[in-house]
Structure formats: structure tokens, C-alpha cells
Nanobody, 120 residues
Framework: QVQLVESGGGLVQAGGSLRLSCTSS????????MAWYRQAPGKQRDLVAS???????NYADSVKGRFTISRDNAKHCVYLQMSSLKVDDTAVYYC??????????????WGQGTQVTVSS
């Protein structure tokens, strides 16, 4: 089974930048779409950005133009470069992967989350 581990979260001042990384490990037939979600206190977990195995990207309107998602298939990693950070970006950020396992079934895999706090 595939496991995901996020890193790169922390405290940053508004207007600053941060880069999140998500590394996968384990065995799978393939890793398909990957994505970053976030959940602020008292809020629903929402999609931030997604990327297909071929590199096509999609962004939430709230982060478009500020965040960039990318992936390195050889390294089994997905990244989120965050710029011009706002206080409203404060949340726990989760990595997600759509995985086809060795039994050729599809499963959603989640990381443990990493805290991003943007101060004013």
C-alpha cells in the first residue's frame, strides 16, 4: 500500500512564500491524479490544487495565480509552491493521491497533514 508524508509547513508572514512537499512510499500499480487539500479551523476540507499524471493542473479560485502545484513522477513526489500568502491561507494542508493498487483497484490515499500558519 502507498503512504504519503507531507513536509514544509510552518509559520510564515503574510506576503511570504512556502513550499510544501509530499513524498509517497510503498507499492502500487500506478499513482494517478495527485492533489493538495486544506482545512482551516472550523471549516470543511477543500481542494486547493490538483495535477494529473501527465501534468495538467487545476486550482481553486482562491489560490489561482499564487500557488503552483507540480510533481516529479520519478521521485514519487508532489509539491505546492505557495506565494503571496494570506492569513486566510492558514490551514492544515493534506496531500492526496488517486492510487491504483497492485490488485488494479482504485483507492484514495491521504497524508497526515502539515500545518501552515500565516501571520499578519
Amino acid at each position: 500500500q502507498v503512504q504519503l508524508v507531507e513536509s514544509g509547513g510552518g509559520l510564515v508572514q503574510a506576503g511570504g512564500s512556502l513550499r510544501l512537499s509530499c513524498t509517497s512510499s510503498g507499492i502500487a500499480y500506478s499513482i494517478n491524479d495527485m492533489a493538495w487539500y486544506r482545512q482551516a479551523p472550523g471549516k470543511q476540507r477543500d481542494l486547493v490544487a490538483s495535477i494529473t499524471s501527465s501534468g495538467s493542473t487545476n486550482y481553486a479560485d482562491s489560490v489561482k495565480g499564487r500557488f503552483t502545484i507540480s510533481r516529479d513522477n520519478a521521485k514519487h513526489c508532489v509539491y505546492l509552491q505557495m506565494s503571496s500568502l494570506k492569513v486566510d491561507d492558514t490551514a492544515v494542508y493534506y496531500c492526496n493521491a488517486d492510487v491504483t493498487n497492485l490488485g488494479r483497484t482504485r483507492v484514495a490515499v491521504w497524508g497526515q497533514g502539515t500545518q501552515v500558519t500565516v501571520s499578519s
